[in-house]
């Protein structure tokens, strides 16, 4: 079942009957002479400040005036008040090269902090996490930090009931993730960025400093939820490009100020460019590099030179580029068919895209020029797809995607699971 829970706020009162000051209704006409002229000048000058600063105290007052009222009005509201459920469907999970079905505990909430914007943030764990982990229960909670432009629906796969708006557009390589440690005892939970969540640009969905106390909010009300604590179960973090590197510049603030306990991190396709870590306040890290990025590999070597000065456990692998089969389309989820998938292939392959002995992309599909080159190649293979279905532009391209993926590039790869696992094994969980 996934359940949707809506916290509200109730609607502040706007006061805005604020005493507005009229002169009296006697005028008086001056008559002036050319002597008291310069007198006249003085005093207008004096009644026009003054004036500015009646209207200046008056907007002040406007502006502060209701904020007792309104803090008296939430701190009335009791939490029953405030939260409300209802039952609205199931979401498939995509276990590792193929589809299935679980009963799985999977959602989405929504809430108020007191003094702040809405927050909402998607979960799932599974039906059995109050068992102990040894039994086959919950064993830690894993944060998934997406990148700009990627919703935090990107870890599952779009369905009936997935998410209100049906919104859930996970990619291969994500919805692989998820599904990993979900089946290792993981409850996971993915979380709207607030700030910059309304943006159209390239900036949308991107990770803000204010977004910590949101951060913090949510996942203090998962633990609830699971009815669980920081002390019993461990809390993990993977993120991707800007959702690694939101963590990798605040995880200081975030473990102290904020009290989030994030025991281990996995940063993926991103670095850490300052030298504020210390061994109390920066968990161990794990950074996922794409060997095509060797700029940024190198640059992680040298970030964990640093990290073990200071006795901070780290680590760094890599992804190379993977070799297309027939079958991979249809694999990695996209809107292709098997046999769809096999045409794309074999028209990759005559148009001199992929290289014949290795089967490795030769164009990066990123770059636009080439960008229009698969596009022609794949309307022409599989025109029901292409570009009826998928456009082959943008973050919401799974067919993109799976493009980026084959030639290494791309920010997120599912490759080293077992290695993410195996680094939070060994950094918090317990039996």
């Known amino acids: 079942k996934i359940e949707h829970s809506t916290i509200k706020r109730k609607n502040q009162e706007k006061f805005s009957n604020i005493t507005q000051l009229y002169s009296t209704d006697e005028t ?7 002597q008291d002229s310069s007198i006249f000048k003085s005093c207008s000058t004096k009644i026009f400040y003054f004036c500015c600063g009646i209207c200046v105290i008056f907007f002040s007052l406007g502006r502060f005036v209701d904020i007792p009222k309104v803090w008296s009005n939430k701190s009335n509201q009791s939490k029953n008040e405030m939260i409300k459920s209802s039952k609205i469907g199931m979401i498939p999970t995509l276990l590792p090269t193929r589809f299935n079905q679980n009963s799985e505990e999977t959602g ?12 909402e943030y998607f979960w799932q764990y599974s ?9 086959g229960g919950l064993c830690a909670v894993l944060l998934l930090m997406h990148g700009c432009g990627y919703h935090p629906t990107v870890w599952w796969k779009n369905s009936t009931g997935c998410h209100e708006n049906n919104t859930c557009r996970g990619f291969s ?7 990993y440690f979900a089946q290792k005892g993981f409850a996971l939970i993915a979380i709207y960025p607030v700030e910059n969540s309304q943006k159209s640009t390239k900036s949308a969905h991107c990770w803000h400093l204010n977004d910590r106390s949101h951060l913090s909010r949510a996942i203090s009300d998962y633990y609830k939820r699971l009815e669980t604590s920081f002390d019993r179960t461990p809390l993990f973090a993977l993120g991707i490009l800007n959702g690694a590197i939101f963590l990798g510049n605040n995880m200081k603030s975030l473990r102290e100020s904020f009290d989030l306990k994030i025991s281990a991190v996995a940063m993926m396709s991103t670095g850490i460019w300052h030298s504020n870590f210390h061994i109390g306040s920066f968990p161990p890290t794990l950074f996922i590099c794409m060997n095509r990025n060797g700029e940024l590999c190198a640059h992680n070597d040298e970030t964990m030179i640093k990290m073990r ?8 692998v890599s992804s190379n580029p993977l070799p297309l089969t027939a079958e991979f389309f249809y694999e990695k989820g996209t809107d292709l068919t ?7 292939f074999v028209a990759l392959k005559k148009e001199g895209l992929i290289w014949p002995k290795s089967c ?8 636009t020029r080439y960008t229009d080159v698969y596009i022609q190649v794949l309307s022409a293979a599989v025109p029901r797809v292409v570009p009826r279905l998928d456009s082959l532009k943008g973050t919401e391209s799974p067919l993109l995607q799976a ?3 084959a030639w290494g590039f791309r920010e997120v790869t599912s490759e080293h699971s077992l290695e993410i696992y195996d680094w939070f094994r060994n950094h918090g969980i317990r039996p």
């Open 403 to 405: 493009l980026k993926m």
């Open 309 to 316: 000065r200071k006795n901070i456990p780290c680590k760094q």
């Open 127 to 135: 039906s059995d996490y109050r068992k102990p982990c040894k039994a």
């Open 108 to 119: 989405s909430e929504r809430g108020n902090e007191p003094n702040g914007p809405q927050v």
């Open 338 to 344: 098997l046999k769809e998938s096999v045409a794309a």
């Open 173 to 179: 390589a994500e919805r692989e993730i998820a599904s």
């Open 360 to 367: 490795i992309l030769l164009k990066d599909p990123s770059l």
């Open 28 to 34: 008086t006409q001056l008559s002036l002479t050319s």
